[in-house]
């Protein structure tokens, strides 16, 4: 298996601009996780997926950010209108069964100018 | 709030000896504590876990030791290499079914 992918690796936008960042869960794993990445909080969880339904977005920063997971095999995190402050690493996570161990993809750094 | 939290945002030691890495958390009900490696450019990777009813796991030059009472537990890498230079990242698994992570503890081994 190839991971999880996440894509695009790099975006660069200006503010004010919708921004999608993508992840291909491991094939066969049931959960789903967004996290983001900044200096002050280390990796905060966004929302996470159990087979495609969202169960907890409590850590989705405000209504700007939405998720979706339309199949087993793709889920988007969209952000709109994006904000500099949004600028950070964003990473995506799979696992089979509420497990202990995630796998991780190698994230999607976004910056917003 | 953070529940979770690695205070030294850096660590650098030398080669051949001991790295430590501390972890604090705030929520007794957590159960489960594992520690993630993170390089540049490239996802976190699970590195070794302990579940609270121990007070050690060891795995080859890693240990990870968990005090209860104190709400702490500890990374421990003897000897340390070049190659262990990182991102480590505590987390900690909730009885709400979500995995809590720290700040990340950025760690040098010089050769």
């Known amino acids: 298996d190839a991971g999880v992918i996440q894509s695009p690796r790099h975006e660069v936008t200006e503010m004010g601009q919708e921004v999608t960042l993508r992840c291909k869960p491991i094939?066969?794993?049931?959960?789903l996780f967004w996290y983001r990445q900044t200096m002050m909080r280390g990796l905060e969880l966004l929302i996470y997926?159990?087979?495609?339904?969202?169960?907890?977005d409590s850590g989705m920063p405000e209504d700007r950010f939405s998720a979706k997971m339309p199949n087993a095999s793709f889920s988007t995190l969209k952000i709109q209108p994006s904000e500099p402050r949004d600028s950070a690493v964003y990473f995506c996570?799979?696992?089979f069964g509420q497990g202990r161990g995630y796998t991780f993809g190698s994230g999607t750094r976004l910056t917003v100018v | 709030d953070q529940q979770v939290k690695q205070n030294s945002p850096s660590l650098s030691v030398q080669e051949g000896r001991i790295s430590i890495l501390n972890c604090d958390y705030t929520?007794?009900?957590?159960?489960?504590f594992l520690w993630y490696k993170k390089y540049p450019a490239e996802g976190p990777t699970f590195l070794i876990s302990?579940?609270?009813?121990?007070d050690k796991n060891e795995d080859g030059r890693f240990t990870v030791f968990l005090n209860k009472s104190a709400k702490h537990l500890s990374l421990h890498i003897v000897p340390s290499q070049p190659g262990d230079s990182a991102v480590y990242f505590c987390?900690?698994?909730?009885?709400?079914?979500?995995?809590?992570f720290g700040q990340g503890t950025t760690l040098q081994v010089k050769p």
């Open positions: 929520n007794s009900m957590f159960d489960y």
């Open positions: 987390a900690a698994w909730s009885n709400t079914g979500k995995l809590i």
């Open positions: 094939s066969g794993h049931d959960y």
């Open positions: 996570a799979s696992s």
């Open positions: 302990i579940s609270s009813i121990k």
């Open positions: 997926f159990n087979n495609n339904v969202p169960i907890d």
